[in-house]
Each structure stands twice: as C-alpha cells, then as structure tokens.
C-alpha cells in the first residue's frame, strides 16, 4: 500500500530554519514527481516546491524561491524540503504529494496529485 509519511516540523523563530521530510513506502519514490503544498487556516493549499523524478528539475514559486529547498534520497525513499530564513507567513500545515503515474511532470495545481502524506505543522513566531 502505497504511504507518504512527512515528519520536521516544529516551532521555530523568524530567520531559523526547519528540514522536513517525506518517506514514501510501497513503491518507489524515485519515479515519481513529488510536490510540497502548504495550508495555513483559512487558505488555499499552496504547492512550494516540487522535484521531477530524475531529481535534476525543481520548481519554485517566488513566495519561497532562494529560502526553500527540496531534495532527494533515492537510497531512503525519502524527498526533503530545507526551508531556510523562516517567516511568520510560512506558518501552515505542509503535505508532501506524488501523482498516481510515474514519470509525470510538476505542477502546482493540487488536483495533478493522487497520494497524500498526513501532514506536519510548521509555527514561525516568537
């Protein structure tokens, strides 16, 4: 059975910084394109990052670009979100995401995504 399980999360102040992970379980993350999305109360899920299967493209929208960066390990089925300079406005619930079809590109429309992680909180204050 196919399971995404993010984990990092925490409390942090303005500037610091947070790894979260994503360990997939049940096949193979590593043909799969995975996304990042964030939602914080009252907003629509927002994807930050997403990284092709080859692991040699990654995407960015500009609210994160330069702070935020996403990774794998292909030998711990496992894709990484290193956000960086924190800020109180990237405070939200993040889920990681994989579509149902390997090889398939990046998007950050939500519906292009078939599984799921449970989702792990990140509080930027002081």
């Known amino acids: 059975q196919a399971q995404l399980v993010e984990s990092g999360g925490g409390l942090v102040q303005p500037g610091g910084s947070l790894r979260l992970s994503c360990a997939a379980s049940?096949?193979?993350?590593?043909?799969?394109?995975t996304a990042w999305f964030r939602q914080a109360p009252g907003k629509e899920r927002e994807g930050v990052s997403c990284?092709?299967?080859?692991?040699?493209?990654?995407y960015y929208p500009d609210s994160v670009k330069g702070r935020f960066t996403i990774s794998r390990d292909n030998a711990k089925n496992t894709v990484y979100l290193q956000m960086n300079s924190l800020e109180p406005e990237d405070t939200a619930v993040y889920y990681c995401?994989?579509?149902?079809?390997?090889?398939?590109?990046?998007?950050?429309?939500?519906?292009?995504?078939?599984?799921w992680g449970q989702g792990t909180q990140v509080t930027v204050s002081s």
């Open positions: 990284i092709r299967s080859s692991g040699e493209s990654t």
């Open positions: 049940g096949f193979p993350l590593n043909r799969f394109a």
């Open positions: 995401a994989t579509p149902n079809r390997p090889w398939k590109g990046c998007t950050f429309e939500s519906g292009g995504y078939d599984y």
